[in-house]
């Protein structure tokens, strides 16, 4: 059962105060022929806010992260990032806002056949148009150093040359996060990044993944099914059940809270 | 005992056909017999061919190598159309396969209107090409190459539209979180893990492209097929038989020029 006294606090002001980056308001979202994966969401990221998003499987949590970018479209409310109303951006302006965005899949969606640089040389397709972004036997000389840069940043610049599909599940994770450097984000979304990876990869991506986004200033929205890594590695924990938001609290809190419990919420029908 | 729910008598080996599968089936086979009646082709007429082919044979050998220089010229010629028209084939289908990819092409009118042109160079033999390009541009291997570009993207088309299809979505979808534009995506996720897909199919094109290239010759498209029509108009069974020769060993070549590559490569 969950805990009734954390309900949905999103419509207080995030922990910064100021207007926050990211800001979702009754959004709502079924799939054809299925039942409500997304009822009456509401929740909010301030500037360099760390926010973990919790549930079990079904909760709705990466059709939410990426309803926020239109990778999914929801079906009603509102999402507002960096103050643009993201459901009516034009095709190009959602290009645009999804460039300032840094997105962190879980199966790291790397292209195999590609090394880890011309992977990372991708991250900068938002900002650059032409073969320059393509590959980086194309790209020009201050890409590819910024590429190499970025990948020293996540301890694989001698893994410049491999292709993606020879290294390992942590190395992937790594590169996809060097490619979101790549992007030079204003905001950071990660869909389980530690997810698939052995305890100890799995913490070193999240530490990347805060320090990064701390180095920066950027807020961050993140994915976890540990709960470990969610009170860790975040300001505020925010829980899905059902598709509904049915927790929303600080993550020195969490210790008050039986997050366990909170897992084992009975799934969708 | 066996309990009565793992009996095999309940679970038998083919499944009973229904009544309309098995008028189907009879059909299909009154069909297969009537094509062989139809066509004229009888074992008694099979056997008393076998002598005839004998004496075509008996004639053949030894080949005669008087006019091995002009053969290996004209073949050289049919390779070259091969190689033109197979490449500007390749050229030209691997835009229409974007545009035909369901998940990558533009627009559903594109991939409906690219899907239809691929269908049509495809299902039309390139025989028949042969002979419109022989009305429009004349006899000669001009006709042939642009018969076999034309088969090629009918070929290619389709392949490489498949593989674009069967690329891992996930890059796909990271690229447009980036932010990339569509021709980014294609070139950067989707393109890269289609090239193994790409030079298979380009080499099977190589191959398929060098074996039309020698029937076109029958029809007036240039190349070695018009020097075996004569060859035999003119009962020069000797000959004939060289440029057979040069043929197969030329189509032989090719095909193990091509295994070995996409061994190598892919």
Known sequence: MLDPTFGPRAAQASTTGSAP?????SLSKAFPRGPAVLSDVSLEVGPGEAVALI???GAGKSTLVRCLLRLVEADAGDIRLFGLEVRSLGFRPLRRLRARVGFVFQRHNLVLRLSALSNVVHGAQGRMSGPGGWYQGLAPRRVREEALACLARVGLADKAEARADALSGGQSQRVAIARMLMQQPDFVIADEPDASL?????????QLLRDSARERGLG??????DLEHAVRFSDRIVGLARGRVALDIRSRDACAVDLRAFFAAPRPA | MTPPSL???????FERPNALAFALWVLVLAFIVWSFTATGLSFDRLVRGIPAMGGVLERMFPPDLDRLDRILLSLLVTFQMAVAGCVLGLMLAFPLAIAAADGVSPHRVLRLAARALIALFRTVPDLVWALLFVIAVGLG???????????TIGYAGRFFAEAMEETDRGPREALAAIGARRLGIIMSAVVPNAIPSFIATSLFCVEKATRASVVLGLVGAGGIGIELKVAFDLFDYATAATIILVILVLVITVEQVGAALRRRII
């Open chain 1, 21 to 25: 980056t990211l800001s979702v308001r």
């Open chain 1, 55 to 57: 549930g079990a499987n």
């Open chain 1, 198 to 206: 052995d305890p100890e990869a799995g913490e070193e991506i999240m």
């Open chain 1, 220 to 225: 961050i929205l993140f994915i976890s099914h």
């Open chain 2, 7 to 13: 009996s095999l008598s309940s679970h038998p080996r």
């Open chain 2, 141 to 151: 291997p001009a006709a042939g190459v642009l018969a076999i570009m034309v088969d």
